[in-house]
């Protein structure tokens, strides 16, 4: 049974940082796209970042850019997201995915990813 489990998400002030963990099993994601996607509370699933290892490309949404950083560690089917200069509109459930099928092209949308995790609450307020 494939899963993806998050961790690492908190309460933070503006301004400071966080990295959230996505750890999979189950099976190898290392030739799929991996993201993170996020829900604020009244808002729509949107793409935050995304990547893929064997073309070796990553996607970031444009509220992101110079702030968040994704990664992954193949040996630990795991990646990660790098969070910065947080602001509190970076508040949202933040949600792991990946997609079914390996490929050359990174996936951004979400009707791309078939597994998902439970999501992690990131609160950034003072």
């Known amino acids: 049974q494939v899963q993806l489990v998050e961790s690492g998400g908190g309460l933070v002030q503006p301004g400071g940082s966080l990295r959230l963990s996505c750890a999979a099993s189950g099976r190898t994601f290392s030739r799929n796209s991996m993201a993170w996607f996020r829900q604020a509370p009244g808002k729509e699933r949107e793409s935050v970042a995304a990547?893929?290892?064997?073309?070796?490309?990553?996607y970031y949404a444009d509220s992101v850019k110079g702030r968040f950083t994704i990664s992954r560690d193949n040996a630990k089917n795991t990646v990660y997201l790098q969070m910065n200069s947080l602001k509190p509109e970076d508040t949202a459930v933040y949600y792991c995915?990946?997609?079914?099928?390996?490929?050359?092209?990174?996936?951004?949308?979400?009707?791309?990813?078939?597994?998902w995790g439970q999501g992690t609450q990131v609160t950034v307020s003072s």
């Open positions: 990547i893929n290892w064997i073309v070796d490309k990553t």
């Open positions: 995915a990946a997609t079914l099928t390996d490929s050359l092209i990174l996936r951004t949308t979400i009707g791309a990813y078939n597994y």
